[in-house]
């Protein structure tokens, strides 16, 4: 069946250090990823996406890649800060553009 | 100038009873999602309506009924309520393609 992994529930960091998220798939050929935050109470807000065919995106601190051969996709926050603290989840699109969502990593920035 | 607006934001009933969640979006997208999160924060679609059509259904129990009147609204109605729909429900909007999806703030059921 398909699986998606995000590395760990909780990942926590000093401030000014670069957070790395990982998600793992299994069983599932997306044709492409999308990274979301989610704070607490909140619906999620969508952050980046990279296709199939893209080994990598960048937006000012944030910078998603994603092998189709590790079924993996990375996300990295440099320089990071307090306020990037959050749930972050990743979901990927298949076919009849569904949507499937990991159950995301809570990110805690340390000041 | 909310983009997705849901109502009611909380909603606590007791069990067997029959309630429904508007969803509401000015974003002129032409689709339009439902996903529960439950208590283990595990974000689920339930159904997906591409221009008032229903494109996606997952294995979602019957009680649940999606409903669109137009392209800018779809409501959830539940009947029967079970303590196991607690849960918070998501509404979302996105072009015909998901390529950015926009989310409302999120309803908490509460069944007693």
């Known amino acids: 069946s398909q699986k998606i992994e995000q590395n760990s529930e909780a990942l926590n960091i000093q401030e000014g250090k670069t957070a790395t998220l990982t998600c793992n798939y299994t069983?599932?050929?997306?044709?492409?990823l999308q990274w979301y935050r989610q704070d607490p109470g909140r619906g999620p807000v969508f952050l980046l996406l990279?296709?199939?065919?893209?080994k990598e995106k960048r937006k000012e601190r944030l910078k998603v890649t994603f092998d189709t051969t590790l079924k993996q996709s990375l996300f990295h926050i440099t320089a990071s800060q307090p306020a990037d603290s959050a749930t972050y989840l990743c979901?990927?699109?298949?076919?009849?553009?569904?949507?499937?969502f990991g159950i995301g990593t809570k990110l805690q920035v340390i000041p | 100038d909310t983009a997705v607006s849901q109502t009611p934001k909380y909603l606590v009933t007791q069990m067997g009873n029959d309630k429904s969640i508007k969803c509401e979006q000015n974003?002129?997208?032409?689709?339009m999602y439902w996903y529960k999160q439950d208590s283990k924060k595990f974000l689920k679609i339930m159904f997906s309506?591409?221009?008032?059509?229903?494109?996606i259904n997952e294995t979602v129990p019957n009680r649940f009924s999606p409903k669109s009147p137009d392209k800018a609204h779809l409501n959830l109605h539940i009947n029967s309520l079970e303590l196991g729909d607690s849960a918070v429900y998501f509404c979302?909007?996105?072009?015909?393609?998901?390529?950015?999806?926009?989310f409302g703030p999120g309803t908490r059921l509460t069944v007693l």
């Open positions: 979302a909007s996105s072009q015909s393609t998901p390529d950015t999806q926009y």
């Open positions: 069983n599932y050929s997306p044709a492409y």
């Open positions: 990279i296709r199939e065919n893209e």
């Open positions: 979901a990927l699109v298949g076919g009849y553009q569904k949507v499937t």
């Open positions: 974003l002129g997208h032409d689709t």
């Open positions: 309506y591409n221009n008032k059509e229903l494109i």
